[in-house]
């Protein structure tokens, strides 16, 4: 029996399991894919304080690194159901079944996808949503990223420096991403810009080779030469398994008060899985230690 389980090991999840720690908690982190979440497959990081900057696989090893320092306890599953029977919230895995006092959901987002013909048949052989996990295999190959935000722009400068071309394909007139991106982007040689375009299908067969587009002003339908193409398209929140006992906006996000505090006694929720109006490190980071605490104070109230 834990104090508490933290259901995601990304930084909001982890730096709640530091302040639930240091407040004398026994805390057990689960983690499906990899501790870090959506900073983990980020290329490089610079709003972050105290680092003019930082690649996002490093800092999230870092904070790995301090939560195993503290000696809580982690696991690598897939939650499968979360039930509460009394006042014990009962955790199950693929592996093991869990049991706690207090849970806190920090499941973070997945990747939104195109769902384009080719899309599910060439997924792995060309398609990717990680560039700093599978840039180097397109090395001095042809490359497209679709999306206009931070992470499209930060993807394309990435692969930039590892391809021999890259495409950056987007719907609106100008990117939406931030200054410095920009500021960035004008000052590359190997990134072209596609903008009012979308994607309409992948070809290949084994893998990709090309990305059909769509000219949304003119009609015109054309194929580019590509060997891999990066979805950036924005994230989408995934609790429908947490639905019966949290409630949800009408996009999915979890709802909670400043406190963490889901409609459910004992359950919080922290970081990108929740609703909220900026989705960031420092506001995981915050959002993690505000439900931590929540948490232990619901254990001593």
């Not at 407040?23 to 983990?40: C, D, R, W, Y």
């Not at 893998?207 to 054309?222: A, G, H, P, W």
Request: aromatic share 6%; with cysteine.
């Amino acid at each position: 029996m834990y104090d508490l389980i933290i259901i995601g090991g990304g930084v909001a999840g982890m730096t709640a399991a530091v302040y639930a720690k240091r407040a004398g908690m026994s805390v057990l982190v689960i983690e499906k894919a990899g501790f870090g979440g959506q900073v983990a497959l980020t290329s490089v990081i610079e709003n972050y304080p105290s680092y003019q900057q930082i690649e996002g696989f490093e800092l999230a090893q870092n904070i790995k690194s301090q939560i195993d320092a503290l000696g809580v306890e982690s696991v690598s599953s897939d939650v499968t159901e979360l039930r509460k029977d009394g006042e014990i919230f009962a955790v199950v895995t693929t592996v093991s079944e869990y049991q706690s006092k207090t849970v806190i959901i920090a499941n973070g987002v997945k990747r939104r996808e195109l769902h384009i013909e080719g899309e599910d048949r060439l997924r792995g052989r060309g398609i990717s949503w990680c560039a700093v996990c599978d840039g180097g295999f397109f090395r001095k190959k042809k490359v497209a990223v679709i999306g206009a935000g931070n992470s499209a722009l930060g993807d394309a400068i990435y692969l930039s420096n590892i391809c021999e071309q890259v495409y950056l394909i987007y719907r609106r007139e100008h990117p939406t991403a931030s200054k410095s991106y920009l500021d960035k982007l004008s000052s590359i040689d190997n990134i072209t810009l596609m903008p009012r375009h979308i994607p309409l299908s992948f070809g290949g067969e084994k893998r990709v080779t090309s990305l059909k587009l769509k000219n949304i002003d003119t009609d015109e339908v054309k194929d580019i030469e590509v060997s891999g193409v990066f979805e950036a398209i924005g994230l989408i929140p995934d609790n429908d398994l947490f639905s019966s006992l949290v409630k949800l906006d009408e996009s999915g996000y979890i709802l909670t008060d400043d406190e963490m505090r889901t409609s459910t006694e004992g359950l919080f929720a922290a970081g990108d899985t929740r609703r909220k109006s900026l989705r960031q490190i420092v506001t995981a980071c915050s959002d993690g230690a505000i439900a931590a605490t929540s948490a232990h104070h619901y254990l001593n109230r």
